[in-house]
């Protein structure tokens, strides 16, 4: 285990919805990456958070948004939800401060839209 | 262009065999290349993080080869057991502008037969 926890596991929304998904890093890291992982493919990057501030960000809308906490955990919001968001989103932890970008990988939330 | 090139697609192997997993990639400047280890629905788990001076490394049944120069991967299993049916993903890491970028692989999908 990693020690990056998500939730939920899974849920179902409907297209049009809002969704807020949740992430608490590692014990120590300052860092949060978030990717969409769609069926059969490998992680697409969405943004990532160091410190409580927006620090890169991948191809996709502004209907993708996220916050991170003073205590370093991390939300990732998408609205209006379209069916081709169905897909396991991860979040991953690092340390960015200690020089080290070894990324931790939470379990993921399978999110699907109907 | 996927920077990040995995193959084959997938593969069936019987328990007890070996097979080699491939990775060629694109990414400059090369920081380091990471294997992980991805169960169905759950994420991604280090196996392997190579430097660039670096060409090979183990982690149990799992070896890891890299050669900088034609910018290849390999992770080779060893005595396959049904627990590493699995996707694995290839992460090729460049640090561009003090900015840390991940290129992903789509992964290579094992599946391990008794």
């Known amino acids: 285990e990693t020690g990056v926890t998500q939730s939920p596991t899974h849920l179902i929304k409907t297209r049009g919805q809002q969704v807020t998904l949740r992430c608490s890093s590692q014990s120590g890291h300052n860092t949060v990456s978030w990717y969409q992982q769609a069926l059969g493919q490998g992680p697409q990057f969405i943004f990532q958070y160091y410190r409580e501030e927006e620090n890169g960000r991948g191809n996709f809308p502004p209907r993708f948004s996220g916050l991170q906490f003073p205590n370093y955990s991390s939300e990732l919001n998408v609205n209006a939800l379209e069916l081709d968001d169905s897909a396991l989103y991860l979040c991953?932890?690092?340390?960015?401060?200690?020089?080290?970008?070894?990324?931790?990988f939470g379990p993921g939330t399978r999110l699907t839209v109907t | 262009k996927n920077q990040v090139e995995q193959s084959p697609q997938s593969l069936i192997i019987l328990e007890g065999k070996n097979c080699t997993l491939q990775?060629?990639?694109?990414?400059?400047?090369?920081?380091?290349l990471r294997w992980y280890k991805q169960d169905t629905g759950r994420g991604p788990v280090s196996l392997t993080i190579m430097t660039f001076s670096e060409n090979t490394k183990s982690n149990g049944r799992y070896t890891a080869t890299l050669d900088a120069d034609t910018k290849q991967s390999s992770l080779h299993i060893t005595a396959s057991q049904l627990s590493d049916s699995a996707s694995y993903i290839c992460?090729?890491?460049?640090?561009?502008?003090?900015?840390?970028?991940?290129?992903f692989g789509a992964g290579t999908t094992v599946t391990v037969r008794a």
């Open positions: 991953a932890s690092s340390d960015r401060s200690r020089g080290s970008y070894e990324q931790y």
């Open positions: 990775c060629n990639y694109t990414v400059s400047p090369f920081s380091n």
């Open positions: 992460v090729v890491s460049a640090i561009v502008a003090n900015d840390y970028k991940l290129s």
